[in-house]
């Protein structure tokens, strides 16, 4: 990192507010907007960081927030960092089950919730909570008996300096869906997020966006750390909506945003219907997903240059594309490396690939996470010298342009969400009837990949979507697990050691129907 960089989020914040104390975010929080600046943040900051340390939190405890993107999300982020807490936002979408066990393992301190928010119950979840962790502390955006208050946390004094953390102590645990039932705790520290933050500036510059990401995702913390960490103006929505992100584009200038295809498509539908003026807008970054190549076209017809990128939440960043990339990479690649970022392809014997090879993705750089909360993960993930096997498959052309071209690991990416297979599986199985299930993910257009499941059940056994969904429904998972699409085979293909075959399940789903 650079010498003249400041080493944690905190002095970064610092230095960010003493620059420019004015720079402004605007936040869309039920069809109303609210702005806030950059020295408003700090200051409230502060005295919720003096709030929580009088509740007990000190350097080094977690702290987990389930809120969405509005300014209390954005003062608590930045408090855990002026306190030199860990900070674990977790998905809005993650219930009760998933929510215990990130809570367990983390061993969190203290979970700040809404009171309520769209159609999530989370008084039901805070009950559950309870039950499972007794000496967790409640921090509720509104009232409720047996939590705190945030309106409390802030009584008029201020934790004067940040505590004093090293840039190697872990800043962020983030938690995602795998390969496994379980989700991967991924941490990342205060050296690993500002290379990542400052790399994103180098490679796009300070750009005016707008971010679509939820704030439990690594994209939405990331959104949000560009501005209280590195001074980057944002517009913020606590849900996504075509109409009000086309509003806020016209309305704040926005010059840059990302998303899927579902966002892109959205927005411009939106536009057009409302005579929106996007000109402002110039860069779009499609990650986590494919983008058609009508999708790109039509975006090309708008004058926005659409390109794609590459990252997880291990390593956020690969690899990007830029406006300026020709169109044919632009259309079929995932762009260059990010600026100190190194990438091998290697083989499945381990052997590193010419350029063009085709094998799978290992990377290192700065702003790689610095292990898993389990640490036995590690050995499976990290190997010698510091790279991370990304279990993706990919080349690199000669002018070195990262293409990814399939997954090794077997996971579907539905609207920019990682769903284990595994996890729908084992939850499948539990149907009676269900003497089998294969898992994968089905082309989608808007979302990239639904969720489809094969099913071989048991003779006389009747079972339709209405029937998965119901069972899924009663399990307190996250929805967007719940399959979409139900087929009832009389049996899954396999290989030769009867190992289910799903790129033979996947290509099925690609061929079109016949009479």
Not at 23 to 33: C, E, K, L, R
Not at 153 to 180: F, I, K, M, Q
Not at 263 to 276: C, F, K, M, P, V
Request: proline letters at 6%; glycine letters at 10%.
């Amino acid at each position: 990192m650079n010498a003249n960089f400041p080493e944690t989020l905190a002095t970064a914040m610092l230095a960010s507010c003493q620059s420019d104390p004015g720079v402004t975010a605007w936040f869309n929080m039920d069809g109303a907007d609210q702005v806030v600046t950059l020295e408003e943040v700090v200051r409230q900051a502060r005295g919720v960081a003096m709030g929580l340390s009088r509740l007990g939190l000190a350097r080094g405890d977690v702290l987990a927030v389930q809120t969405p993107a509005n300014p209390t999300t954005m003062v608590v982020h930045a408090a855990a960092a002026w306190l030199g807490l860990t900070l674990l936002p977790i998905i809005h979408i993650y219930g009760g089950a998933e929510l215990e066990f990130i809570l367990r393992q983390s061993g969190a301190k203290a979970l700040v919730t809404p009171q309520s928010w769209r159609r999530i119950d989370f008084p039901a979840r805070r009950a559950l909570m309870r039950d499972a962790f007794p000496d967790l502390i409640h921090i509720v955006e509104g009232e409720e008996t047996g939590a705190i208050a945030f309106a409390t946390l802030a009584t008029g004094d201020e934790l004067g300096d940040p505590v004093a953390v090293g840039p190697d102590d872990v800043a962020l645990l983030v938690y995602t869906s795998g390969t496994t039932s379980e989700p991967k705790g991924v941490q990342h520290s205060h050296r690993s997020l500002l290379a990542e933050l400052a790399a994103d500036r180098e490679m796009r510059g300070a750009l005016r966006s707008l971010s679509p990401w939820p704030p439990g995702h690594i994209a939405g913390v990331l959104s949000l750390m560009r501005f209280w960490a590195m001074g980057q103006a944002g517009a913020f929505m606590d849900a996504w909506d075509g109409p009000t992100a086309a509003r806020l584009i016209e309305q704040y200038r926005i010059q840059a945003t990302s998303g899927t295809p579902f966002h892109i498509t959205t927005l411009l539908d939106a536009a057009q219907a409302d005579g929106r003026d996007l000109s402002s807008l110039s860069d779009y970054m499609a990650g986590a997903t494919m983008i058609p190549p009508t999708l790109i076209e039509r975006c090309q017809q708008a004058g926005l240059a659409t390109y794609r990128a590459y990252g997880l939440s291990e390593h956020p960043t690969i690899s990007s594309g830029t406006p300026a990339d020709p169109i044919e990479k632009r259309l079929g690649t995932d762009g260059r490396l990010m600026p100190g970022v190194e990438v091998q392809i290697v083989d499945d014997a381990g052997n590193v690939l010419p350029v063009g090879g085709e094998g799978e993705i290992w990377s290192r750089g700065p702003d790689r996470f610095v292990g898993y909360r389990d640490a036995q993960r590690n050995a499976e993930a990290l190997a010698a010298d510091g790279w991370l096997r990304t279990g993706d498959i990919g080349r690199l052309d000669a002018d070195g342009y990262l293409a990814i071209t399939d997954r090794k690991k077997d996971i579907i990416i539905r609207g920019g969400e990682n769903i284990a297979s595994r996890e729908v599986e084992d939850m499948l199985c539990l149907i009676p009837g269900v003497v089998e299930a294969a898992v994968v993910g089905s082309p989608d257009p808007l979302l990239g990949e639904r969720v489809c499941a094969f099913l071989v059940v048991a003779p006389g056994t009747v079972i339709d979507l209405a029937d998965v969904q119901r069972h899924f429904g009663s399990q307190q998972v996250a929805r967007q697990k719940t399959p979409e699409q139900v087929h009832i085979v009389a049996d899954l293909p396999r290989n030769t050691a009867g190992k289910v075959l799903k790129p033979d399940l996947r290509a099925m789903l690609r061929e079109p129907a016949t009479a």
